[in-house]
């Protein structure tokens, strides 16, 4: 069935459990994993007062980093405790969606297992939804876990 399952987190309680749905079910299938995490771009509004500076452009960049790196450590436990053979990838200063599909293609995965909020209505319009992204831009398989 599956041969090789991509697994996006973020570090939360919610895409741990995602994760960890995702672990059972590679080791299950026997299935290897790429875990990602996905570092965001400084938002426009950040340095919208001219303030921003190459040292505080530096520093949230170095704290992105940081923080992406912990994710995937935390991931990569979970998946040796788990019996999975893991590989790990952070993709820095990207829009989520796009670098979580392109991904799963430049890996040759064939399936894509992300949690998802289940916002719906102005909250999911609000906040955005980058699960409902990869939903509609991957041409491979998604698994939502809720």
Partial sequence: MYQHIL???????????????ALALAHSLGARVTIITVTERLPVYAGFD???TALAYSDYTASQRAGGEQVLAS?????????VAVETVLIENALPA??????????????????SHGRRGLGRLVLGS?????????????????
Avoid: F
């Fill in 98 to 115: 796009d670098a979580i599909i392109a991904t799963a293609g430049a890996h040759g995965c064939d399936l894509i297992a992300m949690a």
């Fill in 130 to 146: 980058v699960t409902a992204e990869v939903l509609a831009h991957s041409d491979v398989p998604v698994l939502v876990v809720r």
């Fill in 75 to 83: 991931a990569r436990e979970a998946a040796a405790a788990s019996g």
């Fill in 7 to 21: 697994v996006s987190t973020d570090g939360s309680d919610l895409a741990r459990k995602g994760l960890d749905h």
């Fill in 50 to 52: 001219g303030g921003l």
